[in-house]
């Protein structure tokens, strides 16, 4: 098995697949994360893995060796998770932000792994979390995906999606505006126990 | 002296994203460090977005055998590399019908040979060009038909008028558009058509826009996308590169195969 990703495209180009099956092995983790973020769905990311590493074999010839692999991969498994959400006009939620008032019992059955941190954070606000992304519209939260994760400017997540910077920028008011929306009250909330902790242990 | 206008949110969003224009940062600034209520209001907003981080954004576990699975899914998927053109060309339909022309070729090259006086034979190359040329045709074709569907697409939404227009129909059209539209771009960038390629790309942001505009457009929505359809003489461009690719289409194929004598 190669062991840089460069040596392994060097490989995978002249039609060695193990090489590029060594480039599946490390990187189609991340690219599932990634694209699990962008569609809020286990399913379509997978679906996104796929087509992620389809097109990235077929492209090998335009990737430049003095690039990086990892980003070169993650730029197109974007592509195609905005391609797939584009194509998947059933799975737009777009909710107003009316609709978070009415957040029940989350059905994202999801695994995560909070880190040390995180626990100090109550279950529900993670349930809000996920409620509030998954209430997001597609261009919502694949902007806001792109912006807070990602950590892409406004001006780049505008190049992706396509859209005008102004559009992009109300995409992300938008979603920012729903998060507070299903979040604050439980944020609020926290502060004010973790001060109440704070203040018993003080005393 | 503060300014008595508070920042809005999108200002604080903008400020905490650190998306602040060089212009207004400097306001923004200092108005944060005098005004109480809004920094009160940051301190809110930062709470809520820091609580959003990638682990609290939970991610389903794809199990120990993800990436063997995305493997074995993903091996039978995989073809010789090929580039360009030829990598489209080499879809079942366009192959099958490349196929049989080079049979008709071939089958023309030795009909030639019984009926006429010796003459230098066509080189295996010559074939393969005419070949070529036949797969080229064929993407030319698809092409064109694009242009076409987007160029009545353009014209609808040039047309539509009116606050709250149902334009669910153009959506989906576009949304449909979008990925050949893609597919076509990339293959013209790949085969160095900077032409055609830089056509599909301004057509590719207009349908991206469509497709990303609210079912009900607003008058507004549906001013933009046209503002920049006129804007950029849009239609005009398209009507032009498909006239131009009706010309090429027309272009008789031996014409480039190499000089029979």
């Given at each position: 098995m190669p062991h840089t990703d460069a040596a392994a495209v060097a490989l995978a180009r002249d039609g060695d697949s193990e090489a590029?099956?060594?480039?599946?092995?490390?990187?189609?983790?991340?690219?599932?994360?990634?694209?699990?973020?962008?569609?809020?769905?286990?399913?379509?990311?997978?679906?996104?893995?796929?087509?992620?590493?389809?097109?990235?074999?077929?492209?090998?010839?335009?990737?430049?060796?003095?690039?990086?692999?990892?980003?070169?991969?993650?730029?197109?498994?974007?592509?195609?998770?905005?391609?797939?959400?584009?194509?998947?006009?059933?799975?737009?939620?777009?909710h107003d932000a009316t609709d978070l008032e009415q957040f029940g019992a989350a059905d994202a059955a999801v695994a995560g792994r909070p880190s040390p941190e995180r626990l100090m954070l109550s279950a529900e606000v993670q349930e809000r979390i996920a409620d509030a992304m998954s209430a997001l519209s597609r261009m919502e939260r694949a902007a806001f995906v792109l912006r807070h994760f990602e950590g892409q400017s406004i001006d780049e997540i505008s190049r992706a999606l396509g859209l005008k910077t102004n559009a992009t920028k109300h995409s992300i008011f938008r979603a920012v505006k729903k998060m507070r929306q299903a979040l604050e009250p439980l944020v609020a909330e926290t502060d004010t126990s973790t001060e109440s902790l704070a203040a018993d242990g003080a005393r | 002296m503060m300014a008595t206008q508070h920042l809005t949110d999108d200002e604080l969003i903008l400020h905490y994203y650190g998306e602040t224009t060089a212009r207004d940062a400097p306001r923004t600034a200092g108005h944060l460090q005098a005004c109480v209520p809004c920094r009160a209001e940051y301190a809110r907003?930062?709470?809520?977005?820091?609580?959003?981080?990638?682990?609290?954004?939970?991610?389903?576990?794809?199990?120990?055998?993800?990436?063997?699975?995305?493997?074995?899914?993903?091996?039978?998927?995989?073809?010789?590399?090929?580039?360009?053109?030829?990598?489209?060309?080499?879809?079942?339909?366009?192959?099958?019908?490349?196929?049989?022309?080079?049979?008709?070729?071939?089958?023309?090259?030795?009909?030639?040979?019984?009926?006429?006086?010796?003459?230098p034979s066509p080189t295996a190359a010559a074939v393969a060009a005419a070949a070529e040329q036949i797969r080229e045709r064929i993407l030319l074709s698809e092409v064109g038909a694009h242009l076409d569907r987007s160029q009545m697409a353009l014209v609808e939404l040039v047309r539509a008028d009116g606050t709250g227009t149902d334009i669910s129909g153009e959506r989906s059209r576009a949304e449909q558009l979008i990925a050949d539209n893609r597919l076509y771009r990339q293959t013209a960038e790949d085969t160095g058509d900077v032409a055609l390629s830089e056509l599909l790309d301004e057509i590719e942001r207009v349908l991206t826009e469509v497709a990303a505009t609210p079912q009900t457009g607003s008058s507004r929505d549906l001013a933009d996308v046209r503002r920049r359809i006129e804007s950029r003489d849009l239609l005009f461009k398209v009507r032009v590169v498909s006239s131009e690719i009706r010309e090429r289409q027309k272009a008789p194929i031996q014409r480039q195969s190499g000089p029979r004598s």
């Amino acid at each position: 098995m190669p062991h840089t990703d460069a040596a392994a495209v060097a490989l995978a180009r002249d039609g060695d697949s193990e090489a590029f099956r060594a480039l599946v092995e490390r990187h189609s983790r991340a690219v599932f994360r990634l694209a699990h973020r962008m569609t809020g769905n286990a399913s379509d990311a997978e679906d996104v893995v796929q087509e992620t590493f389809l097109k990235a074999y077929r492209q090998l010839s335009r990737f430049e060796s003095r690039a990086n692999f990892s980003t070169w991969l993650h730029r197109i498994a974007v592509n195609c998770s905005i391609d797939l959400i584009r194509a998947r006009p059933h799975r737009e939620s777009g909710h107003d932000a009316t609709d978070l008032e009415q957040f029940g019992a989350a059905d994202a059955a999801v695994a995560g792994r909070p880190s040390p941190e995180r626990l100090m954070l109550s279950a529900e606000v993670q349930e809000r979390i996920a409620d509030a992304m998954s209430a997001l519209s597609r261009m919502e939260r694949a902007a806001f995906v792109l912006r807070h994760f990602e950590g892409q400017s406004i001006d780049e997540i505008s190049r992706a999606l396509g859209l005008k910077t102004n559009a992009t920028k109300h995409s992300i008011f938008r979603a920012v505006k729903k998060m507070r929306q299903a979040l604050e009250p439980l944020v609020a909330e926290t502060d004010t126990s973790t001060e109440s902790l704070a203040a018993d242990g003080a005393r | 002296m503060m300014a008595t206008q508070h920042l809005t949110d999108d200002e604080l969003i903008l400020h905490y994203y650190g998306e602040t224009t060089a212009r207004d940062a400097p306001r923004t600034a200092g108005h944060l460090q005098a005004c109480v209520p809004c920094r009160a209001e940051y301190a809110r907003l930062q709470r809520v977005l820091a609580s959003i981080d990638e682990s609290a954004v939970a991610v389903a576990d794809p199990g120990p055998s993800f990436e063997r699975t995305v493997w074995a899914r993903l091996e039978p998927n995989l073809k010789p590399v090929r580039r360009g053109w030829v990598s489209w060309a080499w879809s079942p339909a366009p192959l099958a019908l490349a196929a049989a022309v080079i049979v008709l070729v071939v089958g023309a090259f030795f009909a030639g040979r019984m009926t006429s006086p010796p003459t230098p034979s066509p080189t295996a190359a010559a074939v393969a060009a005419a070949a070529e040329q036949i797969r080229e045709r064929i993407l030319l074709s698809e092409v064109g038909a694009h242009l076409d569907r987007s160029q009545m697409a353009l014209v609808e939404l040039v047309r539509a008028d009116g606050t709250g227009t149902d334009i669910s129909g153009e959506r989906s059209r576009a949304e449909q558009l979008i990925a050949d539209n893609r597919l076509y771009r990339q293959t013209a960038e790949d085969t160095g058509d900077v032409a055609l390629s830089e056509l599909l790309d301004e057509i590719e942001r207009v349908l991206t826009e469509v497709a990303a505009t609210p079912q009900t457009g607003s008058s507004r929505d549906l001013a933009d996308v046209r503002r920049r359809i006129e804007s950029r003489d849009l239609l005009f461009k398209v009507r032009v590169v498909s006239s131009e690719i009706r010309e090429r289409q027309k272009a008789p194929i031996q014409r480039q195969s190499g000089p029979r004598s």
